[in-house]
Antibody
Framework: QVQLQESGPGLVKPSQTLSLTCTVS??????????WTWIRQPAGIGLEWIGR???????HYNPSLKSRVSISIDTSKNQFSLKVNSVTATDTAVYYC??????????????WGQGTQVTVSS | DIVMTQSPLSLPVTPGEPASISCRSS???????????LDWYLQKPGQSPQVLIY???TRASGVPDRFSGSGSGTDFTLKISRVEAEDVGVYYC?????????FGQGTKVEI
């Protein structure tokens, strides 16, 4: 069964860049049947979809974050990554990586990482 | 963006009794293929979300049959026929029709 694990700094200073990596184990990150996604959850608030990337590098971003967000993939390392530029306190959240798998009529989040807390503070 | 609105936001439940959560979208989630792109997720305490229902009414693999989803257009419902203690957590609806995918605020179910 595929497993996802987020890693990266838990504390980022305002105006700096938040960088996280998701390592996939138990399965290959390659293939056109998957999208690799980042979702975040500020404390006490619901879930916010950040964006996703395919193994071929095709990306989709949330327009509310698009100017500050970049998602990349490294199939040789079975990893994908998230960068958020110019962070502020509002970027403080638990960040999840997740896999979307292609079904006949839809895409479905079938695997999630455990989440990693990122706090933006000086 | 499609706005998702859930109610209630907090739902006290009694084991063995039924429970119901509503989700409304700001526009129809009906795709041209005839499916409604509405998913339900449960986030148990201290865990990541897990899918319960997709395409409005299809139970995901391994999900007990006490969970059911229904609805069409902009109005959807998740029902638990008989609540069990392990069902506590926050339930989210999510529209999967458009990018960005958007979630409801969440409904906290507690015993």
């Amino acid at each position: 069964q595929v497993q996802l694990q987020e890693s990266g700094p838990g504390l980022v200073k305002p105006s700096q860049t938040l960088s996280l990596t998701c390592t996939v184990s138990g399965g290959s990150i390659a293939g056109d049947s998957y999208y690799w996604t980042w979702i975040r959850q500020p404390a006490g608030i619901g879930l916010e979809w950040i964006g996703r990337i395919s193994a071929s590098g095709s990306t989709h971003y949330n327009p509310s974050l698009k100017s500050r967000v970049s998602i990349s993939i490294d199939t040789s390392k079975n990893q994908f990554s998230l960068k958020v530029n110019s962070v502020t306190a509002t970027d403080t959240a638990v960040y999840y990586c997740a896999r979307e798998v292609k079904y006949p009529s839809n895409w479905l989040f079938d695997s999630w990482g455990q989440g990693t807390q990122v706090t933006v503070s000086s | 963006d499609i706005v998702m609105t859930q109610s209630p936001l907090s739902l006290p439940v009694t084991p063995g009794e039924p429970a119901s959560i509503s989700c409304r979208s700001s526009q129809s989630l009906l795709n041209s293929n005839g499916f409604h792109y509405l998913d339900w997720y449960l986030q148990k305490p201290g865990q990541s979300p897990q899918v319960l229902i997709y395409l409005a009414s299809t139970r995901a693999s391994g999900v007990p049959d006490r969970f059911s989803g229904s609805g069409s257009g902009t109005d959807f419902t998740l029902k638990i026929s008989r609540v069990e203690a392990e069902d506590v957590g926050v339930y989210y609806c999510m529209q999967a029709l458009q990018i960005p995918k958007t979630f409801g605020q969440g409904t906290k179910v507690e015993i």
